[in-house]
């Protein structure tokens, strides 16, 4: 086959041949490199014959991605992040809550309860939360099988910290009203507060202007539908001040227990007093004498020259000065846990006896005279009323749920209802 060859048309457009020399673009300059220091690699093209001078070492095609240039993004962040870190130091320096105040105590039993329990090692405190709340668990099962109905339990939390468990029967078989409450109390009194409480506790300091506090307490009162059968009334508490750095600084206890008849039974008297003066007994023989005089003194309607009821005990501000704190722990222990055995038999022996309307007029006055007293003298209700955040259902839940205020009533002249009278203007010893 003869060899291609193009047309006459096609060779008239081809180009004259021109020949390069061999050092055509080996021998252009290198422009200058005005914005950057990284290396521009050479071009390299196919010449048709041997170089002349010295060869180039050969360019590394990674070179870009190994050492890239430097982001100017960096130090533009940089200069925007200056103002917020300048916020946040300013802020830091400013608020001293951030670093310079320690956790509160609240703060403190909330993580000591959470990661190591309660134990007999654990702060007062806690021992004490963890034994008042046993103790309402055992006596509202205890009532109940008295009553035969289930109490209403209601949970409440404290937005200052703390809460606690009231325990309400109302409208039972055998209690009109009755209520076994525990609180558990964080806060901060005020500077007026730590003054007063400065005359009977030294530890505390009247120049500050507030100091943490904490309280527990287990508060309980019954009040039986038959007039036959004594209300009754218990609390037994702790409290504890905090300086600022969060230390124990002052600590105490407080408490007592104390039978209010309407129609007086000399046996339950002597069955009461009997059963707190042997917890008391355990303890410290002058215990009961010492502390039946202040119940008689403390739970006294001045305006009516007439004790409350027929008395037990009570004591308050019990500290360091007394006896060391597992003592005094030890001695409320005894006396609370006393309490079932000094009021269940009573109440078994009373409830279901007959009464008259009459009698029942009389328990209404009587009950008058008990919120008489709990509004007007009592301390606790007092303090708990003027507590900020105090849920005011709980502290009141003291009182009965009926009451009576006749206009100048007085019992009959050698009736059981002025002997009861008697009693109550000049106090007994009953045991």
Not at 11 to 29: D, V, Y
Not at 211 to 227: K, Q, R, W, Y
Not at 380 to 388: E, V, Y
Request: proline share 8%; charged share 25%; net charge positive.
């Amino acid at each position: 086959m003869p060899p291609f060859r193009p047309s006459p048309s096609v060779r008239t457009l081809e180009l004259p041949r021109r020949t390069l020399h061999p050092n055509f673009f080996t021998k252009r300059p290198i422009p200058p490199r005005f914005f950057t220091t990284r290396q521009i690699p050479t071009r390299r093209c196919i010449s048709n014959g041997p170089s002349k001078g010295p060869s180039k070492p050969k360019p590394d095609p990674l070179e870009e991605w190994r050492n890239p240039e430097p982001s100017k993004w960096p130090n533009r962040i940089r200069l925007l992040m200056v103002p917020f870190i300048g916020a946040i130091i300013y802020s830091m320096v400013t608020d001293k809550s951030i670093y310079t105040e320690p956790p509160s105590i609240a703060e403190k039993d909330s993580i000591l309860k959470r990661e190591n329990g309660i134990s007999e090692r654990s702060p007062m405190r806690l021992r004490m939360e963890q034994f008042i709340k046993q103790h309402q668990k055992q006596i509202v099962a205890e009532l109940e099988k008295v009553d035969g109905k289930k109490f209403t339990i209601d949970s409440w939390q404290r937005a200052e910290g703390g809460g606690g468990i009231s325990c309400v029967l109302q409208d039972g078989n055998v209690f009109e009203k009755a209520g076994v409450n525990i609180s558990v109390v964080y806060g901060k009194l005020p500077r007026a507060a730590i003054a007063k409480m400065h005359a009977n506790h030294k530890a505390l300091d009247p120049s500050v202007d507030s100091l943490e506090f904490f309280a527990a307490g287990l508060s309980m009162v019954l009040h039986p539908s038959n007039p036959n059968a004594p209300t009754v009334h218990l609390n037994y508490r702790y409290f504890e001040t905090a300086d600022g750095q969060g230390e124990t600084n002052a600590w105490w206890y407080g408490g007592g227990c104390d039978l209010t008849p309407s129609y007086l039974y000399d046996e339950d008297a002597i069955h009461f007093h009997q059963s707190i003066k042997d917890a008391c007994d355990k303890h410290d023989k002058e215990y009961y004498p010492r502390f039946k005089k202040w119940c008689d003194e403390y739970f006294n309607n001045k305006h009516r020259g007439e004790t409350r009821g027929i008395g037990g005990i009570f004591f308050d501000d019990l500290d360091e000065t007394e006896k060391d704190q597992e003592q005094l722990f030890s001695f409320v222990q005894s006396c609370l846990s006393a309490f079932l055995p000094s009021y269940i038999p009573i109440i078994n022996r009373r409830k279901d006896m007959p009464f008259t309307e009459e009698q029942k007029q009389w328990q209404q006055i009587r009950r008058g005279r008990y919120v008489e007293f709990n509004l007007v003298h009592d301390r606790g209700t007092a303090f708990g009323l003027n507590t900020p955040g105090a849920r005011v259902e709980s502290i009141l839940m003291s009182l009965p749920l009926t009451a009576r205020w006749q206009y100048m009533h007085a019992p009959e002249k050698g009736s059981r209802e002025e002997r009861l009278l008697d009693v109550l203007r000049q106090p007994r010893e009953w045991v």
